[in-house]
């Protein structure tokens, strides 16, 4: 199947937290307006009625950056928190793998959990 790929830089008051590297079906999503990169994707996809973050299994380890992600984000062998997820439709479809590189001194992740 195709896929859309992109990466993205993630800042904060122009400061480099994370990089993405994002794959979306072509078969789920045929189209994006790359302008759509440049606020919420999630957003985006809304807006083109698709429904998305049904589900999401998310796999959590620390690496360290790959020389690009050294320069993307101004940093050297620094520790990284690698969020790696697989977000379904409604119907259990796998639309979306994205792979988030987070540098631990800049990003906080919280999470809570209900029963």
Same mark, same amino acid.
């Given at each position: 199947?195709?896929?859309?790929?992109?990466?993205?830089?993630?800042?904060?008051?122009?400061?480099?937290?994370?990089?993405?590297?994002?794959?979306?079906?072509?078969?789920?999503?045929?189209? &994006?307006?790359?302008?759509?990169?440049?606020?919420?994707?999630?957003?985006?996809?809304?807006?083109?009625?698709?429904?998305?973050?049904?589900?999401?299994?998310?796999?959590?380890?620390?690496?360290?950056?790959?020389?690009?992600?050294?320069?993307?984000?101004?940093?050297?062998?620094?520790?990284?928190?690698?969020?790696?997820? &697989?977000?379904?439709?409604?119907?259990?479809?796998?639309?979306?793998?994205?792979?988030?590189?987070?540098?631990?001194?800049?990003?906080?992740?919280?999470?809570?959990r209900n029963y």
């Amino acid at each position: 199947d195709f896929i859309h790929y992109f990466v993205r830089l993630r800042t904060a008051n122009d400061i480099p937290i994370a990089i993405s590297y994002a794959y979306i079906s072509a078969k789920a999503v045929p189209a &994006i307006d790359i302008t759509a990169l440049e606020g919420s994707f999630k957003q985006y996809l809304e807006s083109i009625n698709f429904k998305p973050n049904v589900s999401s299994y998310h796999i959590m380890t620390a690496c360290l950056p790959n020389d690009e992600q050294k320069q993307l984000l101004n940093v050297g062998n620094v520790a990284l928190l690698k969020n790696t997820h &697989i977000t379904f439709t409604e119907n259990k479809v796998p639309y979306e793998y994205i792979q988030t590189f987070y540098l631990c001194d800049r990003y906080k992740y919280t999470f809570t959990r209900n029963y």
